[in-house]
């Protein structure tokens, strides 16, 4: 699980190796509001209330990009189509998605870069089941919430798929992963597939629900990325001696062959 000292050094490392480029990125035709003449860029973030995303709260909380002028504006989203579109039309500069999301986009053509791997989700993407229900192969038949495209489905399917079973032998309701544990709890449905901070509502809420499957049975099922377009960052990577106190065109360095996505993240247990 993630802990507050390792969000808080994710979001300093995040501050500094990634969105530092925004600031020194050369402005042209088209591309985003990012400048280098301006004194203080503002960067839009898109985000959902998902634990492995907190850390750009914390980076927004602490104003830790006012070192290399960039003030960050957290946009809220309610679901991952929402998100996505939000990031096609430009209406966000930068985006943390689902990996799966991310490639999805780049086959539809849509401009994007992964910049780095934010975390791994084990324990904080799961099936919770009211009571009377504890294990998959107890859904055949039943109610069940997901929201398709997203996490939820991936994790859905591979539940259903280690107990040889399909979308076909249960209920299948689609809705925002965000109000499938609340409908569990009104009794709308028999099972929902959720992510923290909803899981641990859902249980709180009501001791009828339990998890009977998640992201963790499914070792690198789910993990997500930080991306912008190419109008807002350069295709680099930043140099590893860069550290946290550096600014500008000295934090940069030509991406190497042994560079790729997310090869200045580091990925987090969720």
């Known amino acids: 699980m993630l802990t507050v000292s390792r969000l808080i050094a994710t979001a300093t490392a995040a501050a500094a190796l990634v969105l530092v480029g925004c600031s020194s990125a050369p402005a042209s035709s088209g591309e985003s509001a990012v400048s280098p003449n301006a004194e203080t860029v503002t960067v839009r973030m898109g985000i959902q209330p998902w634990i492995g995303y907190a850390q750009w709260h914390v980076a927004q909380a602490k104003d830790m990009l006012a070192a290399q ?10 679901s991952d189509s929402e998100q996505s579109a939000a990031f096609a039309s430009g209406r966000i500069d930068v985006d943390n998605i689902a990996a799966h999301t991310a490639l999805l986009l780049k086959a539809q053509d849509i401009d994007l870069k992964i910049i780095m791997v934010e975390d791994s989700s084990t324990t904080a993407d799961a099936l919770l089941a009211r009571s009377g229900i504890t294990t998959v192969d107890q859904l055949k038949g039943m109610k069940v919430a997901y929201e398709q495209g997203a996490t939820s489905d991936l994790l859905l399917h591979a539940a259903l798929k280690a107990h040889d079973m399909t979308l076909n032998d249960i209920q299948a309701v689609p809705m925002p992963a965000a109000d499938a544990g609340a409908a569990l709890v009104a009794g709308q449905v028999d099972a929902a597939v959720t992510y923290e901070p909803y899981i641990t509502t859902a249980l709180k809420e009501s001791s009828d629900i339990s998890t ?3 992201a963790a049975d499914h070792p690198g099922l789910i993990s997500d990325v930080l991306v912008a377009s190419s109008g807002v960052r350069k295709p680099w990577l930043p140099s590893p001696r860069c550290g946290p106190g550096c600014s500008g065109s000295a934090c940069w360095a030509d991406r190497g062959p042994a560079d790729g996505p997310g090869a200045r993240g580091t990925p987090h247990q969720s």
């Open 212 to 214: 009977i499957d998640d």
């Open 69 to 78: 002028g960039i003030e960050l504006e957290l946009i809220e989203l309610k």
